[in-house]
């Protein structure tokens, strides 16, 4: 018996290191044992099983973009955060299951030669779609997103995202991506 459980342990191990297992992955190992009885007739074989459910971690998708990729002195350049949670693996109907990644802060420090434009902070849970306006202060922000700025960076703390948040194949019902924006100077 507890060869068996050995056995289960490194089944399990390596399908979670390949890293290409959905979010929920469930795993059954069976063993069986074949005899004979003391006439040397054949006995029907003995199977035991054991299932284990492997969750794997989170993988977020983050992209900044720039509305602008060069000017002088006194450009303003429109700063864009997006993160998604894509599925791990291409299975239809798999979005939104219990794999969350929880306690999400981005954090995005103004980049040098740039001063950040003062309440320029805006939000969006629907990929961009429609935005809400954030205060530059901490709390009380639109959408569950605490954003902020301060010390030189755009601090966020996001809602829970869920797998197939941001995916727009075979993931229609699930969430959106959650995007952050803000404006900032060229010195």
């Not at 099983?49 to 429109?78: E, M, N, R, W, Y």
């Not at 981005?106 to 205060?135: C, E, H, K, Q």
């Not at 699930?174 to 803000?182: R, T, W």
Request: glycine share 10%; proline share 5%; hydrophobic share 45%.
């Amino acid at each position: 018996m507890v060869r068996n459980r050995t056995m289960a342990a490194m089944a399990v191990a390596a399908v979670m290191a390949a890293g290409a297992a959905q979010a929920v992955t469930t795993i059954t190992n069976t063993a069986s044992a074949n005899f004979t009885n003391e006439a040397a007739v054949a006995q029907t074989a003995v199977t035991g099983s054991t299932t284990f459910t492997a969750q794997s971690d989170p993988v977020l998708s983050v992209i900044k973009t720039g509305d602008k990729a060069a000017g002088p002195s006194g450009t303003v350049v429109t700063w864009r955060v997006r993160v998604a949670y894509p599925r791990v693996a291409d299975v239809p109907l798999v979005c939104g299951d219990d794999s969350k990644a929880q306690g999400v802060v981005i954090t995005d420090p103004i980049p040098a030669g740039f001063t950040y434009s003062a309440g320029t902070l805006r939000v969006s849970n629907d990929d961009a779609v429609t935005f809400s306006v954030a205060t530059d202060a901490v709390g009380g922000d639109p959408l569950g997103f605490d954003v902020s700025f301060g010390a030189g960076t755009v601090t966020a703390n996001c809602p829970d995202l869920v797998e197939g948040q941001g995916d727009t194949v075979n993931c229609g019902a699930s969430p959106a991506a959650l995007v952050i924006e803000f404006k900032a100077t060229k010195n």
